[in-house]
C-alpha cells in the first residue's frame, strides 16, 4: 500500500466561544510543503480576514494579493509591509479556507503560500501572500482580529504533504 501523500499534522476544534488565534507550533522540517484547511466560522459581526503568521513573526514582512467575488461585484487588492498574511475572510456562516505553504522549510528562500476561501453568503477570493524571511518555518498562527472569535465547532487542521519517490 502506498504512503499516504497528505500526513495530518494536528487537527484543533475550537471549543469554546473566546479563541481568535490557533497555533500550531513544532512543526517538523520533513515535508515539502504544508496545507491548512480551516473550516470555521466567527461569533458575531461583519466580514473579517482569516491571517496567519510564521514563528511569532509580527514584523511589517508580510506582503498579499488577491483577487474576489461576490456574485455581484468583483475585485481585487494588494497590501505590503503588513504584521501577517491574509488567508481569506470569515463571517458568522460557516466558511472554507485552504492555504498552500509552499517549501516551507527551505531556508534559502522567502515564503509564499497560495489560498482558496469560500464564504457561502459572502464571498469566494484566491490569492497569494508573501513572508518575506528565510527562516524555516516551524510554527503557523491562525489569527481573527481582536474581538473576533472562532465558533465553537469550528475545525482547523494542518498537513504535511511529502514527495513521492519516482
Same mark, same amino acid.
Not at 35 to 52: C, P
Not at 78 to 83: C, G, K, L, S, V
Given at each position: 500500500?502506498?504512503?499516504?501523500?497528505?500526513?495530518?499534522?494536528?487537527?484543533?476544534?475550537?471549543?469554546?466561544?473566546?479563541?481568535? *488565534?490557533?497555533?500550531?507550533?513544532?512543526?517538523?522540517?520533513?515535508?515539502?510543503?504544508?496545507?491548512?484547511?480551516?473550516? *470555521?466560522?466567527?461569533?458575531?459581526?461583519?466580514?473579517?480576514?482569516?491571517?496567519?503568521?510564521?514563528?511569532?513573526?509580527?514584523?511589517?514582512?508580510?506582503?498579499?494579493? %488577491?483577487?474576489?467575488?461576490?456574485?455581484?461585484?468583483?475585485?481585487?487588492?494588494?497590501?505590503?509591509?503588513?504584521?501577517?498574511?491574509?488567508?481569506?475572510?470569515?463571517?458568522?456562516?460557516?466558511?472554507?479556507?485552504?492555504?498552500?505553504?509552499?517549501?516551507?522549510?527551505?531556508?534559502?528562500?522567502?515564503?509564499?503560500?497560495?489560498? #482558496?476561501?469560500?464564504?457561502?453568503?459572502?464571498?469566494?477570493?484566491?490569492?497569494? %501572500?508573501?513572508? #518575506?524571511?528565510?527562516?524555516?518555518?516551524?510554527?503557523?498562527?491562525?489569527?481573527?482580529?481582536?474581538?473576533?472569535?472562532?465558533?465553537?465547532?469550528?475545525?482547523?487542521?494542518?498537513?504535511?504533504?511529502? %514527495?513521492? %519517490?519516482?
Amino acid at each position: 500500500m502506498p504512503t499516504p501523500t497528505y500526513n495530518c499534522i494536528a487537527t484543533t476544534t475550537v471549543s469554546g466561544t473566546s479563541t481568535n *488565534s490557533v497555533l500550531f507550533d513544532s512543526i517538523p522540517s520533513t515535508y515539502t510543503d504544508l496545507v491548512l484547511v480551516v473550516n *470555521s466560522s466567527k461569533t458575531t459581526g461583519s466580514v473579517v480576514n482569516i491571517y496567519l503568521r510564521f514563528n511569532g513573526d509580527s514584523g511589517t514582512n508580510y506582503s498579499a494579493t %488577491a483577487v474576489y467575488g461576490t456574485g455581484s461585484v468583483a475585485g481585487s487588492f494588494r497590501e505590503t509591509t503588513t504584521i501577517w498574511g491574509i488567508a481569506g475572510n470569515q463571517t458568522t456562516g460557516m466558511s472554507n479556507t485552504i492555504c498552500h505553504i509552499m517549501n516551507y522549510a527551505n531556508t534559502t528562500t522567502y515564503k509564499t503560500f497560495l489560498r #482558496r476561501n469560500n464564504v457561502p453568503d459572502d464571498s469566494t477570493s484566491a490569492g497569494v %501572500a508573501l513572508w #518575506r524571511n528565510t527562516a524555516a518555518i516551524n510554527q503557523v498562527e491562525v489569527l481573527l482580529t481582536v474581538s473576533n472569535f472562532f465558533t465553537a465547532g469550528s475545525i482547523l487542521s494542518l498537513y504535511g504533504i511529502k %514527495a513521492e %519517490a519516482v
